[in-house]
């Protein structure tokens, strides 16, 4: 097998959106075209994940929330295509942004009437930040919306993006008519009732020629000029090494429900997302195409067969081979490890496989040895920097509601923080445990799963704060940090990592505080690039 070629075919990436906007509806679509799933409705119905179903899907599915990362895998055109499916609810944007870590691109899914959302806006933040490139698409076009202009404004805006349309589309709800390819120069015309047909393209290389209103009408066919004139005036070219930096970011339009515009957008995206880039390390950059293996835990899933409590650690490769029942070195734990039974995933099962590449993701069966953020390697010490711990926004004291399954608590406890669930916070002044989580809803889960996984019950107290801040001082033996220490004991706590933590129960003292102390430095995230 050509290492290189491997590599080279591989596209790793997300899909991101606010609720709603299309992003599962998208993602089956797509499924559709590479021929991994034989009908719609897969994916929302939840066959694909049977798999994984488990008890404690059964109260997201009851919510309707999609909580698993999970990974679809799918090949197109000699592609091999891994979607990262990310939750959508704020509640679980953690969840998200760690997945982020690991893609190596991301499609971004807009709807046309309700334009630029909140959490698009806080997912979209992220992928600035790491340079990541980003396609939008401009979903359900079939319905009323915004005005296609209006909307790339809005994206600019809100997103902080710079924008160039690769299609158009021709009229909108009631009357749309289609789509003009910038990129291929064609156009795909819609009829309402498409629904899974892939639709015939008519190659336009000349927008002028005459046959255009033969086949759209005169107005629509004089409207297209227009808006292609102004989209020409208005926007850069595309230009592949600015969408690569994640300086550029190429817009779709397109309606996935009715499987129009996705054709497209595939055909574009295998053509310029990159394959498996590069990743920072502590150490170093490590290179895709480096011979030696190495990977990174960026999401435990607990529970696949509640029987066997056992927990799949999913890992990104980095660079190398992942081979079966080859000895890999777990970095933090500085020892040597076999796994058996890695699984890979493909759109409707999971199998176990031989060998993985750079760009994969390999489920590796656990009990109990991985922490999100773990570094596998083939013996070098490598740790993969910029997996995000963002300060929680909701905290109450755990209490124990059972004397007889402390233990059973404790353990329950443990282990779902190291799968990134929440975080927990013990207190300085008198050991008491805090969980910290980015949505309310955590609290539910943590305690059915404690109950259904673990036997163990416990009850929750109220703790009113504001913050969690991460304590940096360059000096610890400084006057001024000893000072602190002393001063807001009462608001001190150590996180999992034995990590000094300030909570802060106000945004007022969180600022007297950065006032007063300022050679103390306060961090909202931990560990992140
Ligand atoms: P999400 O994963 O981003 O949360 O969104 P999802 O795909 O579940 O889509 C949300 C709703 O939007 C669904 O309707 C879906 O059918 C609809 N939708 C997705 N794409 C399009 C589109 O191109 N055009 C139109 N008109 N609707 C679209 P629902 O009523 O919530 O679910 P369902 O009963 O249809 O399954």
């Not at 009437?113 to 992928?127: D, F, I, N, R, S």
């Not at 490890?337 to 390999?362: C, H, Q, R, W, Y």
């Not at 755990?398 to 799968?419: R, S, T, V, Y």
Request: hydrophobic share 40%; proline share 4%; charged share 30%.
């Amino acid at each position: 097998m050509d290492f290189e070629k491997e590599i080279a075919r591989r596209r790793t990436f997300g899909i991101i959106s606010h609720p709603d906007a299309g992003k599962t509806t998208l993602t089956e679509k797509l499924l559709l075209f590479g021929g991994a799933i034989q009908e719609a409705g897969a994916v929302k119905n939840n066959k694909i994940k049977k798999s994984a179903t488990s008890d404690f899907m059964e109260i997201e599915r009851q919510r309707g929330i999609s909580v698993a990362t999970s990974v679809l895998a799918f090949i197109y055109k000699d592609k091999k295509i891994n979607i990262l499916d990310t939750p959508g609810h704020k509640d679980f944007a953690e969840d998200t942004f760690r997945t982020l870590t690991a893609v190596d691109s991301v499609i971004v899914v807009i709807d046309v009437a309700k334009g630029v959302e909140e959490q698009t806006e806080k997912l979209v933040e992220v992928c600035r930040m790491r340079n990541i490139p980003m396609i939008v698409f401009i979903n359900k076009l079939d319905r009323e919306g915004k005005d296609a202009f209006d909307l790339l404004d809005e994206v600019e805006q809100k997103l902080g993006l710079s924008v160039t349309p690769l299609s158009f589309p021709i009229g909108m709800g009631f009357d749309f008519k289609g789509i003009y390819n910038i990129y291929e120069k064609n156009i795909n015309l819609f009829s309402g009732n498409s629904k899974q047909n892939i639709e015939e393209t008519i190659a336009f290389t000349d927008i002028e020629s005459l046959e255009l209103e033969n086949i759209i009408g005169e107005s629509a066919a004089a409207e297209l000029r227009d808006n292609l004139e102004l989209v020409s005036g208005v926007y850069p070219e595309f230009d592949m090494n600015a969408y690569l930096n994640g300086t550029q970011q190429p817009v779709f339009f397109g309606s996935a429900l009715n499987n129009f515009g996705v054709r497209e957008l595939l055909d574009c995206f295998i053509d310029i997302a990159p394959a498996p880039r590069a990743k920072m390390a502590e150490e170093r950059l490590v290179e895709s195409d480096e011979k030696d293996f190495s990977g990174f835990v960026f999401k435990i899933h607990a529970n696949m067969d509640p029987k066997h409590r056992d927990r799949l650690a999913f890992i990104k490769i980095v660079s190398g081979t992942f081979e079966r029942n080859k000895p890999y070195l777990h970095v933090r734990h500085d020892k040597k490890l076999k796994f058996s039974s890695p699984n890979a995933f493909f759109a409707e099962k999971k199998e176990i496989v031989d060998i993985s590449f750079p760009g994969d993701i390999v489920g590796l069966h656990d009990t109990g040895n991985f922490k999100i953020g773990d570094t596998l390697t083939n013996g070098e010490k490598l740790n993969y920097r910029g997996i995000p711990s963002f300060s929680p926004e909701h905290f109450r004291y755990i209490n124990n509601a059972d004397p007889m399954k402390a233990k059973q608590l404790g353990k329950g406890i443990d282990q779902l923080m190291d799968e990134g669930v929440a975080q927990l916070f013990t207190l300085e002044m008198n050991g008491r445990k805090v969980i910290g989580t980015v949505g309310a809803l955590q609290y539910e889960v943590i305690q059915y799963r404690l109950e259904h996984e673990y036997g163990a019950k416990c009850t929750y107290e109220n703790f009113p704060v504001y913050k969690a801040c991460w304590v940096e001082v360059d000096d610890p033996n400084h006057e001024e940090f000893k000072e602190f220490k002393r001063v807001k004991q009462k608001f001190l706590a150590q996180d999992k990592r034995g990590q000094l933590v300030f909570l802060a129960d106000s945004a007022f003292s969180l600022q007297m505080t950065q006032q007063k102390y300022p050679s103390v430095t306060l961090r909202f995230t931990s560990e992140l690039t």
